[in-house]
């Protein structure tokens, strides 16, 4: 199971992370996504296309698998016609990134 540190600015402390555990943050940007994407007809395959990003990729997002960098999240919101804003979630819904605890939803 590969580990990476935290080491963002702001946090306490510096945390092993479970890189095979998903976190809540990715989880809920992921599934914006989807929703947006389904609710515009898109199947995961054309939406990839459009947005310029692979379907495995993009397939790992949604399931908040995989980290999204700030210029994917751009392709991804220029491909749905949405402001950056609306693919994540209120603050008020996030959890910190360097919690040790990654499971709480």
Known sequence: MPLIRCGLIGCKSRVLINMNTKHPNL????????????????????????????RTYMGRIERGEQNISIQNLIRVALALKVEVGALIPKLQQLHDPCSVDNNKN
């Open 27 to 54: 989880i809920k940007i992921g599934k914006i996504i989807r929703e947006l994407r389904a609710s515009q007809g898109y199947s995961q395959e054309e939406f990839a296309a459009i947005s310029g990003l692979g």
